[in-house]
């Protein structure tokens, strides 16, 4: 019975206490950075969208675990934002909560004059070329 009704919520309750991971670590830099938005309306105030990458979803028993996680798997499909974002809050009868959050994935029109209108993965990719073709040079 034990694997059919999903396991012990409680040994995953557990898990809440463990240190975010180097890549939580890094979305949550970006994000509080201003440079990954995260909207409730359908677009992006000043930005044109390109290309809609498709639903993010992600969950977990804490809050920011569920949003960083929903974050993260955006900017590895290559996001530049999130738009349509919501979130829904189960309550269990034993007292905790399960959060779900999910938005809508999406890239922005390229603006040369703006190198940041790059995704991001882009912009990190570019900026190694620069250090590589900076130590050729040397």
């Known amino acids: 019975m ?3 009704l999903g396991g012990d919520k409680k040994g995953k309750k557990s898990e809440k206490g463990a240190k975010p991971s180097a890549n939580t670590q890094r979305v949550k830099e970006i994000f509080h950075a201003g440079r990954f938005p995260v909207v409730t309306t359908h677009q992006v105030e000043g930005k044109k969208i390109a290309k809609v990458l498709g639903l993010v979803c992600c969950r977990g028993f804490d809050s920011e675990e569920a949003f960083f996680g929903m974050a ?3 900017m590895n499909k290559g996001a530049q934002a999130i738009v349509g974002y919501s979130e829904n809050v189960a309550f269990h009868p034993d007292g905790s909560k399960y959060f779900t959050c999910y938005g809508t994935a999406v890239m922005f029109e390229y603006d040369p004059a703006d190198p940041e209108s790059l995704p991001l993965m882009l912009q990190q990719k ?8 900076g130590e050729a040079m040397v």
Do not use: H, I, S
């Open 72 to 74: 993260a798997r955006a």
């Open 2 to 4: 034990f694997f059919l």
């Open 126 to 133: 570019f900026r190694e070329r620069e250090v590589d073709f």
